[in-house]
């Protein structure tokens, strides 16, 4: 018996072990609800997204993940990947964001091997909002290195170019971007949302700035109309015209574009039309007259530039002063053109050679007639 009795305290050690084990095990779960508090108000105390973000993903994540019944397994696709995925970044998305929309469509194995790859990469916090074009089951760190890469982002760029109307500008929008003139159009009847001004009295005639655009998926027809606005109220802007001048400054510098063969022109046409407005004369600008029949400037007959065409309000042989608006969408060199003239007593001009553009300005209506002979010999030897 005595040995018995000795032997059953000895048979119970399994439970004091177990008891102890637990005990430890409490302690270490109060030693990570410390850590993970330690991490909250690490995190908090940044302040700072992009510091805030890195610390989460660095530090916060895997005491988590520990707490939770300790380290999750983190799956990653070997590579290299196959198809493509279209994913978008928001702006300000941490990296855990940019993990879930990535593993949702299919690009990454999971979010854990995503932001243990975010960490990892000095250059990650650098990756911008945007869609980008990525392959589907690809290793995470490639995801982190694709997404810093611009040439995956997937964009549409416009260009439109200096001079043109606002029925080609929507005509080439919609041929580039696959959305229709009508959409475009109805953009047009929203000005305060495309953000026109008062002053160009609801016409966009000038006020769609010709620039390189690049436009991401799913930008609607009135924010692309609303960004070439902005940009010519940007340029506009920048050179302090104030806004009761801008108006007449566009109509300006769009007779300008659409009569200067080249920018360096441009100052001289600028003072030659001041100086026709100074004197009250006619400025007899083909361009604008045609601008108002619909045609193009070689379509032009002596009936269409009569003095007697006053239903034409574009008819500046008809009417003095300027056209009622801008004709065409004025670059930056013709706007800077009619805003910096050059010095000078000319009121003509005549394009002498429609090869090199060079262009002959005159005072005087004999000197004049003198150019355009030079013009009209240039034009007989073409033949």
């Keep these: 018996m005595f040995l018995d009795e000795v032997i059953r305290p000895e048979a119970s050690g399994p439970s ?13 779960r109060k030693r990570r609800k410390r850590r993970v508090r330690n991490i909250i108000a690490l995190v908090i ?17 895997p005491v988590i993940t ?51 790859a975010f ?37 549409t760029q416009v260009t439109i170019p200096e001079g043109q109307r606002v029925d080609q500008i929507l005509d080439r929008l919609s041929s580039v971007t696959g959305v229709s003139v009508e959409d475009f159009e109805a953009a047009l ?15 966009y005639e000038g006020w769609l700035f010709p620039l390189t655009y ?36 566009l109509i300006k510098a769009s007779l300008v574009e659409r009569e200067s063969p080249n920018a360096e022109a441009s100052p001289q046409m600028a003072r030659a039309i001041e100086n026709r407005l100074d004197r009250e004369m006619p400025l007899q600008i083909d361009a604008a007259v045609a601008y108002g029949l619909g045609k193009s400037g070689t379509e032009l007959t002596s009936a269409d530039i009569s003095s007697d065409a006053t239903d034409n309000p574009y008819n500046t042989y008809a009417h ?7 004709i065409a969408s004025p670059g930056e060199a013709s706007i800077d053109a009619v805003l910096s003239p050059a010095d000078g007593p000319w009121i003509f001009w005549a394009t002498v050679n429609l090869d090199t553009g060079e262009t002959k300005f005159a005072e005087t209506y004999d000197e004049h007639q003198q150019n355009v002979a030079e013009l009209r010999q240039w034009q007989a030897e073409q033949e």
């Design 320 to 326: 003095s002063g300027l056209p009622p608006t801008p």
């Design 66 to 116: 520990d707490l939770r019944g300790g380290e999750q397994e983190v799956t990653d696709y070997p590579g290299p990947g196959h198809g493509s995925a279209e994913v978008s970044i928001p702006a300000g998305a941490t990296g855990v964001q940019m993990a879930a929309a990535l593993e949702e469509a299919g690009v990454v194995a999971s979010t854990g091997a995503f932001t243990s």
């Design 189 to 203: 009847e929203d000005t305060a949302a495309t953000g026109l001004p008062e002053v160009a009295g609801g016409n």
């Design 16 to 28: 004091r072990r177990s008891d102890r084990r637990a005990s430890r095990e409490e302690r270490a």
């Design 214 to 249: 690049t436009y991401e998926p799913g930008t609607e027809p009135v924010q692309m109309i609303a960004e070439m606005v902005s940009q010519t109220v940007r340029v506009l802007d920048e050179r302090e015209v104030p806004e009761a001048d801008r108006q007449a400054v």
């Design 45 to 61: 105390s940044l302040g700072l997204l992009g510091g805030a973000a890195y610390a989460v993903v660095e530090y916060a994540l």
């Design 119 to 155: 960490a990892s990469n000095p250059d990650a916090a650098g990756i911008q909002p945007g869609t980008y074009r990525l392959l589907l089951e690809m290793p995470a760190a490639d995801a982190v290195t694709a997404l810093l890469n611009a040439e995956n982002r997937v964009q």
